[in-house]
């Protein structure tokens, strides 16, 4: 009985979206109900609901100051034009075939996600991947598969919710999960070979995306553990890009670096060079674990990169404004929410219940955390909405079988960033960037069977490689 008044906020949430409320309408039945439920069943007290105030302000403050920055310099870029430029010397630069499809997958869409965030990546990928005469339906596809770095998309807030959730170490949960994605990153490189290369050169496309994927991999994962999982996504899909275009050199094709073009990028460098060089610095000095950190926050680098994208167009300043404050309105206020919610549930008791319902599972249950993780991200649509949802319970049944909570926890934000790849508003995102609009349909199904795949091994990975006592 415990178990399901544990688990009603979660069902009613996953209720709302199927009935496509919105996601703040979701988050505020979900609390609602944990409240209820909280204060009833499980002595949730003025004492605890004070605690998750004081406890969780700061970090939900920085979630949603991150969201915002992000979604203001995506606005900046596109208003600015710096978007349409540095769009226009990627498509020049890369050449056609199933090379610059990968440069795409694997570093354009990736980087501009993880600079951005919510889907950002996929606007510029698409369009791109049109241009180099690929059809919609392909363009659309393929696209969508570059979000294989959401858990480090907007440098990294979904990851930051679990981190707080699942009481592990942020930079720590980066490095474990950039370790297990090697076969999300081979799983959607090789798909994409597969999906745009002619017959005959399907297997020299699934060597090429197989390299792509490890030097993504090792980007990622190196990054991770010399700066930091904020700038991680974004170093490792930039490595993988410059290999790209070094290796096209490579083949007697002239790169040149316009003067437009270095003034379209000049505020992704000041983003990027911001977070590393202040990140270094504080981790050098040893003040990782004081208020100094924040300084290398994303939420101040994306607003100082905003500001440096719009310093020669005073005139679209408010413009941006207006426009990324009615963005937020839509992703800010539900983000927050789900956080709450994940807290109300962890510090009343709820998390640590249906956790030790789960675990009677024994260690199986193990195998069920990556598809736990892609069923939030599937519904939410968000790596954050999965983590605030699932993390929690998560972290506490590995703590309840002995198994180790940073696994866990990883596995949870991997997978629930895989399938937000084939959530509807992705797959309807990703139709509109196509000229020709291709059917929604056949692109959700081929999307969602290659998420499913992937989440399928990692479920075997869960199963066989993390231990329980």
């Keep these: 009985m415990l178990f399901l008044l544990a688990l009603l906020p979660i069902l009613l949430v996953i209720a709302a979206l199927l009935l496509r409320q919105s996601s703040t309408r979701a988050a505020l039945a979900g609390i609602g109900t944990g409240a209820v439920v909280g204060v009833f069943w499980f002595g949730f007290d003025g004492g605890e609901a004070w605690s998750v105030l004081t406890q969780w302000w700061p970090i939900i403050l920085e979630v949603l100051l991150i969201i915002c920055g992000g979604i203001a310099f995506a606005e900046a870029s596109r208003r600015t034009g710096a978007q349409e430029v540095l769009a226009r010397w990627l498509r020049e630069n890369l050449g056609t075939g199933v090379v610059p499809v990968l ?103 699934v060597l090429f995306a197989s390299c792509s994927a490890l030097v993504l991999w090792g980007g990622v994962w190196g990054a991770n553990l010399l700066f930091g999982t904020a700038p991680a996504g974004a170093v490792g899909a930039a490595l993988v890009l410059v290999m790209h275009l070094v290796l096209r050199r490579a083949r007697g094709n002239r790169i040149t670096l316009p003067a437009e073009v270095r003034r379209a990028g000049a505020a992704h460098v000041v983003l990027l060079g911001g977070v590393l060089s202040v990140a270094i610095t504080v981790r050098a000095l040893g003040l990782a674990s004081s208020g100094w950190h924040y300084l290398a926050s994303p939420a101040l680098w994306l607003a100082i990169a905003t500001l440096v994208a719009l310093r ?158």
């Design 103 to 205: 440069a795409i997958v694997h570093g354009v869409t990736p980087l501009a996600e993880s600079l951005t965030g919510f889907g950002i990546g996929m606007a510029i990928g698409v369009p791109l991947l049109y241009g180099l005469g690929i059809g919609g339906r392909k363009a659309a596809t393929t696209g969508l598969l570059g979000l294989c770095i959401v858990p480090w998309g907007s440098m990294g807030p979904g990851t930051l919710i679990a981190s707080h959730l699942a009481g592990v170490d942020f930079d720590a949960l980066g490095a474990a999960s950039a370790a297990i994605s090697l076969t999300v990153f081979l799983g959607t490189g090789i798909a994409a070979a597969l999906i745009v290369a002619v017959p005959g050169e399907r297997l020299r496309g």
């Design 312 to 469: 020669h167009h005073g005139g679209e300043r408010r413009a941006t404004i207006r426009a990324a404050a009615r963005s937020w309105t839509h992703v800010g206020p539900a983000t927050g929410l789900f956080v709450l919610l994940g807290a109300v549930m962890s510090v009343s008791g709820m998390s640590a219940q249906i956790a030790s319902t789960l675990t009677h599972l024994g260690s199986s249950y193990l195998a069920l955390t990556p598809v736990l993780g892609g069923l939030g991200g599937f519904l939410a649509g968000s790596n954050s909405g999965a983590n605030a949802m699932f993390a929690g319970p998560q972290a506490a049944a590995a703590t309840t079988l002995g198994a180790p909570v940073l696994a866990v926890t990883a596995m949870q934000n991997v997978s629930g960033s895989m399938l937000i790849m084939a959530s509807p508003a992705r797959v309807e995102f990703a139709t509109r960037l196509c000229d020709d609009a291709p059917d929604k349909t056949p692109i959700l199904r081929t999307v969602l069977a290659i998420n499913t795949t992937i989440v399928a091994v990692l479920a075997l990975l869960s199963a066989l490689f993390i231990p329980t006592s």
